[in-house]
């Protein structure tokens, strides 16, 4: 981007305003999106009320400190199995939680890679299982018929995404393109196609 002469402005977050200030004769809009909470299920107390934490899977990865020494990570596939095997080898007990087949849609080679690395580091697996309630130091998942408790003290998510379409509501008075997660939900080879297209086509 250097090298093709890119302004590129880090730390920030421009809206509208900012984006018409430059005067633009088009608007590529790829906000990304946001990692997806919890919905439906009963929580008791509110984590406002001192219960289990609750963090997303992305922030784990990228070193956001879990407390407590038990952790329910909730999603099994590539951000949840890679967040159960890191929190396994710092010591943590750690049980993960699947809807479905854990590692369902993941690419075969690392799939069986992610798989041997939980089962060394000790990662409880329950698949096809649901999350029933949250309580103040367990969590509760529908599981073999039956409601199954788990200890935690901190829950990682890592259920998906949602698109992030903070700026699409605005009307910028100049051809606008969504690209991206925030557009649809894909993976990289979607977004750097999509760009790759839309530079060229620009």
Same mark, same amino acid.
């Given at each position: ?66 407390? #407590? ?8 596939? %590539?951000? #949840? ?10 010591? %943590? ?110």
């Amino acid at each position: 981007m250097k090298q093709a002469g890119v302004d590129i402005r880090l730390n920030s977050a421009p809206d509208k305003n900012a984006i018409l200030s430059e005067q633009p004769d088009a608007v590529v809009l790829a906000t990304g999106a946001h990692p997806r909470d919890l919905a439906g299920v009963d929580m008791l107390p509110s984590p406002e009320q001192n219960g289990i934490a609750r963090l997303f899977g992305i922030d784990v990865l990228r070193g956001a400190r879990v407390p #407590g020494g038990k952790v329910v990570v909730i999603g099994g596939r %590539y951000i #949840g199995m890679e967040c159960a095997i890191k929190l396994a080898e710092q010591g %943590y007990e750690t049980s993960l939680v699947e809807m479905n087949e854990i590692g369902r849609g993941v690419i075969l080679r690392i799939r069986g890679m992610l798989f041997r690395r939980m089962m060394e580091t000790g990662v409880r697996l329950f698949p096809s299982s649901s999350v029933f309630r949250l309580t103040r130091h367990q969590v509760e998942i529908a599981h073999g018929g039956s409601v199954f408790p788990i200890d935690a003290d901190a829950v990682v998510l890592a259920i998906g995404t949602v698109p992030d379409k903070s700026l699409q509501e605005h009307d910028f008075g100049v051809p606008t393109h969504v690209i991206g997660d925030c557009r649809r939900i894909g993976d990289a080879r979607d977004a750097v196609a999509q760009g790759t297209e839309l530079g060229l086509r620009l």
